[in-house]
């Protein structure tokens, strides 16, 4: 089975600060990543994904994250927050396999504070 | 652009209605999800479908049920609403990719 641990349920920062957000899973099949981002009243959109090659993915709105195999881990980075970040983000693996399910995270809730 | 359109943002619902969540997906993806998402809980997943009359159970199906009757078409069923089941639902389609969500439906039942 498969699971995702999201650490920090809840991160304030302040503007123009660095980021990270923590994301861990478990599996014993090969597995594709996702961060997904929520901001307030909308629904989930995609941040980035790691499907294969580099583990070094860039995402949209100057979001990153690294894949580390050996730690399990998909931990999502900005080097400058803004005001406009502030939003829910979830962390995401789907297997593929009859269905490929996603599982989720339960989230975290970045707070950019002025 | 893909879209993945919820028939409602919005729901009241007695305890003990039945209540119908419909949502349609047009790019032909053979998988449907249907998620409910409460503060806390991340999105947990109530049925999947990976293909027409196919379902399969999530991690939490209790109360609910589903239809797949055509491929666009993905129905959640709540045969006898329930107080706890005020929250917020998610439907998405995926193409293994990625996921696509609906705007979701925010249900209350009173």
């Known amino acids: 089975a498969q699971s995702v641990t999201q650490l920090d349920s809840q991160v304030p920062v302040f503007e123009e600060a660095p980021v990270e957000l923590r994301c861990n899973y478990s599996s014993s099949v090969s597995v594709y990543l996702f961060w997904y981002v929520q901001y307030p009243n909308q629904g989930l959109q995609l941040l980035l994904k790691?499907?294969?090659?580099?583990?070094l993915v860039k995402g949209i709105n100057g979001f990153e994250a690294e894949f580390n195999k050996s730690q399990t881990s998909f931990h999502l980075r900005k080097p400058s927050v803004h005001i406009s970040d502030t939003a829910e983000y979830f962390c995401?693996?789907?297997?593929?396999?009859?269905?490929?399910?996603?599982?989720f995270g339960t989230g975290t809730s970045l707070t950019v504070i002025p | 652009d893909v879209k993945v359109t919820q028939s409602s943002r919005y729901l009241v619902k007695r305890t003990g209605e039945k209540v119908f969540l419909e949502c349609v997906q047009d790019?032909?993806?053979?998988?449907m999800f249907w998620y409910r998402q409460d503060p806390g809980l991340g999105l947990r997943l109530i049925y999947f479908?990976?293909?027409?009359?196919?379902?399969e159970k999530g991690d939490i199906p209790e109360g609910y049920s589903v239809s797949r009757e055509k491929k666009e078409r993905f129905s959640l069923i709540l045969e006898s609403a329930s107080t706890n089941q005020t929250s917020m639902y998610l439907c998405?389609?995926?193409?293994?990719?990625?996921?696509?969500f609906g705007s979701g439906t925010q249900l209350s039942v009173l």
């Open positions: 479908s990976y293909d027409v009359k196919m379902k």
């Open positions: 790019m032909d993806h053979e998988n």
């Open positions: 790691y499907l294969s090659g580099s583990t």
């Open positions: 995401a693996v789907s297997v593929r396999m009859r269905g490929n399910q996603f599982y």
């Open positions: 998405a389609s995926n193409n293994y990719e990625k996921l696509f």
